[in-house]
């Protein structure tokens, strides 16, 4: 009752991943639907690795590849070149801009935009939303 009173509480049935066979916290398809309510920019496409950081401006997206580089600790990274992520924004409120930084790629009043990362490759995004 008194986790009630702060808010919203939902209680989630016991799950197993089924790609490690261990028990976790949260469903990979519930944490999604969380994901896809909460967040600002909506990511699609390939997996990747992001955060999302609020700014003055609006938000700064990291997107980290990690596919396509094997690195043992005795030899050189070995990098896969076809392992290009490519990935969807489309933020939830009109934007005025969107820069891929790295890219040095611009889209004005952006709906959905795509990225190409590169394997074990950053590119950060950002979204202007005044």
């Not at 390939?46 to 600790?73: C, D, M, P, Y």
Request: proline share 5%.
């Amino acid at each position: 009752e008194r986790l009630a009173r702060q808010g919203n509480v939902e209680v989630l049935t016991a799950w197993t991943n089924h790609a490690t066979g261990r028990p976790a916290a949260i469903s990979n398809d519930r944490l999604a639907q969380l994901a896809q309510d909460s967040l600002p920019i909506q990511i699609s496409g390939a997996a990747i690795q992001f955060q999302i950081n609020r700014t003055s401006r609006g938000w700064l997206l990291e997107l980290i590849n990690n596919a396509g580089v094997i690195k043992r600790k005795d030899q050189p990274a070995v990098v896969d070149p076809g392992a290009l992520a490519r990935v969807r924004l489309k933020a939830k409120s009109p934007c005025q801009s969107a820069t891929a930084l790295r890219a040095n790629q611009r889209q004005e009043n952006p709906g959905e935009i795509e990225i190409a990362i590169g394997p074990g490759a950053v590119e950060f995004v950002e979204f202007v939303c005044q």
